[in-house]
């Protein structure tokens, strides 16, 4: 017997000149990132809003505001952390994980291993659990002009040997 919670997560962040470029926890060669309070890691950020959306929690602004200085800066993985210890606290586990990222340049495929295994640590489950994928959009709108990224996560949160749940 099993419990299970359905959770979905979407973010965006603008992309300038000269600031550092971070998704699902790796940073991404680039002479160009995202603009943010936090590290900008837009990908763990929708990451965070899907698990939190799983648990009824609201999302990653109410627990985590950016008018908060002790956020400014902070490592999105840390906020994935304090996330996950929710999850944890509440009696779930990560069934699996989905994400996609849109990203006109450049292009990340080198990059997705390092990506689901630096998640599946931090989420502490298996790499087979979670899944980084990414797309362009074919030079089509604000990301196809290069002006911003924007990713889709899905999350399956499960409770076993659960006989009662609300
Ligand atoms: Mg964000």
Redesign the pocket.
Known sequence: MADFKIGQGY?V?AIADGLPMWLCGVQVPSEKGFV?HSDGD?AI?ALCDALLGALGLGDIGLHFPDSDEAFAGIDSKILLRRVMDMVRSRGYRIGNVDITIALQSPKLRPLIDNMRSTLAEVLGCSVGRISVKATTTERLGFVGRGEGCEVWAVCLLEKKFCYFSK
Do not use: I, K, L, Y
Request: glycine letters at 0%.
């Open positions: 973010d962040h943010a837009v950020h």
